[in-house]
């Protein structure tokens, strides 16, 4: 069983910076594969960035490329979701997402409300 807990949500100018947390308990943080997915208010779910635990090859979704940047702390068990020129269409429900034998699991969610 993996437990996932996001953190770092809050509201923010547009123009602004925030960093998401997120830390994933369990024996075996190697082998996982860990991705950000967000639900913006009244749309479905979609994928924000992924890594995998050795801090490998990112991928990142078009709408926040160049402006995102995902990273990984093994020694905390921890990624890190590092979002700067927020925008409004930015805001969302953000969740962590764990892949790891071929199970997923998920984090409550943190809401990121970009405004003015």
């Known amino acids: 069983e993996v437990q996932v807990a996001e953190s770092g949500g809050g509201m923010v100018q547009p123009g602004g910076s925030l960093r998401l947390s997120c830390q994933a308990s369990?024996?075996?943080?190697?082998?996982?594969?860990m991705a950000w997915i967000r639900q913006p208010p009244g749309k479905e779910r979609e994928f924000v960035a992924a890594?995998?635990?050795?801090?490998?090859?990112?991928l990142y979704s078009d709408s926040v490329k160049g402006r995102f940047t995902i990273s990984t702390d093994n020694v905390k068990n921890t990624v890190y979701l590092q979002m700067n020129s927020l925008k409004p269409e930015d805001t969302a429900v953000y969740y962590c997402?764990?892949?790891?034998?071929?199970?997923?699991?998920w984090g409550q969610g943190t809401q990121v409300t970009v405004s003015s």
């Open positions: 997402n764990v892949y790891y034998l071929r199970t997923e699991y």
């Open positions: 369990g024996d075996a943080f190697s082998g996982y594969h």
């Open positions: 890594i995998p635990w050795d801090g490998g090859v990112t």
